[in-house]
């Protein structure tokens, strides 16, 4: 699995995937090539004429694209509640790729009181999951893909459970960095869960290295300002949005692929290049933590994947 890129995504005809925030970056490209390839692509959007001009696009290059847009807000549980019964009235679940993500945002708290950068990047992901979990289970081999970040690695480990909604404190880096590590531990948690089950649906991750998205929009005051000089200057090292795609691509296509698995490219630090297996901090493998945040999540989101 070494070195891959778009070209070694195999024939997705007859596949079904529902991708979150598919409608820019990395979920866009993902998207994209998959649908290219054959696939039923569902694209869950906030915004319903983004979700529509994304699907333009896709059909502009691949006019015989089959394409849905699910309108979804990770901001809100009950938005969440209502995509997942739409993908559920699809016939069959081959892959769900939890893509969507905001980074280093103000503080800002979700439609059910949570921190929003680990409401939407961990939580409303994890509901997601637990909603559509069946119609998975009912479908043979398939996947859940988690897009996590290089990022999970530069936090001390914290998860913040105990202030999830910032009122004792806010730091916007290291919010993201547990919510991206959350996307680990739950990852890891669900695959060991899955194979107790003896079931076929595997749990794998990935990152898209230092990948040129949107992602920063959400960054205000000085760092903000710091990134829109200094990211088009590191542009050349960089992946672009396609390339930043590869590891989704692998975690969702590869035939060698394997439960528990981490993706990500495989150069430069892990910021650039073709994608291949990648290992993630000793953190994201505590057995206790990652039981706590899968009893926590349950409690917060009121959903129970059953497994």
């Given at each position: 699995m070494n070195n891959f890129t778009a070209a070694d995504v195999p024939n997705q005809d007859g596949k079904t995937v529902f991708i979150t925030g598919a409608n820019t970056g990395i979920g866009f490209e993902a998207?994209?090539?998959?649908?290219?390839?054959?696939?039923?692509?569902?694209?869950?959007?906030r915004n319903a004429e983004k979700g529509e001009?994304?699907?333009?696009?896709?059909?502009?290059?691949?006019?015989?694209?089959?394409?849905?847009?699910?309108?979804?807000?990770?901001?809100?549980?009950s938005s969440v509640s209502t995509a997942a019964a739409v993908v559920s009235q699809e016939p069959k679940l081959d892959v769900l790729v939890n893509n969507a993500g905001i980074m280093w945002n103000p503080k800002a708290i979700t439609q059910d009181g949570f921190e929003s950068q680990f409401g939407v990047n961990h939580l409303a992901h994890f509901a997601l999951t637990g909603h559509l979990l069946p119609k998975l289970l009912a479908t043979p081999n398939s996947r859940i893909v988690t897009v996590s970040s290089i990022g999970h690695k530069l936090g001390k480990g914290e998860l913040f459970l105990d202030d999830i909604k910032a009122e004792k404190d806010y730091h916007p880096r290291r919010r993201y960095y547990a919510s991206k590590l959350a996307n680990l531990l739950f990852t890891y948690e669900l695959d060991r869960r899955l194979r107790q089950k003896n079931v076929s649906v595997m749990a794998v991750a990935c990152h898209p290295g230092m990948a040129s998205t949107e992602l920063y929009r959400y960054v205000d005051g000085f760092i903000g300002i710091l990134l829109q000089l200094v990211v088009p200057l590191l542009k050349p090292f960089m992946n672009s949005s396609a390339q930043g795609a590869w590891p989704t691509l692998l975690a969702a296509t590869a035939k060698d692929v394997e439960g528990g698995q981490y993706f990500g490219p495989g150069r430069r630090s892990e910021g650039a290049g073709p994608a291949q297996q990648v290992d993630s901090s000793p953190a994201s493998k505590d057995l206790?933590?990652?039981?706590?945040?899968?009893?926590?999540?349950?409690?917060?989101?009121?959903?129970?994947?059953?497994?």
């Open positions: 998207a994209k090539e998959l649908a290219g390839k054959g696939a039923r692509v569902l694209l869950g959007c001009a994304a699907i333009a696009n896709i059909l502009a290059t691949y006019p015989d694209a089959d394409t849905k847009l699910v309108m979804l807000d990770l901001s809100d549980l206790e933590k990652a039981k706590r945040l899968w009893d926590f999540s349950i409690e917060m989101t009121g959903v129970d994947p059953g497994v």
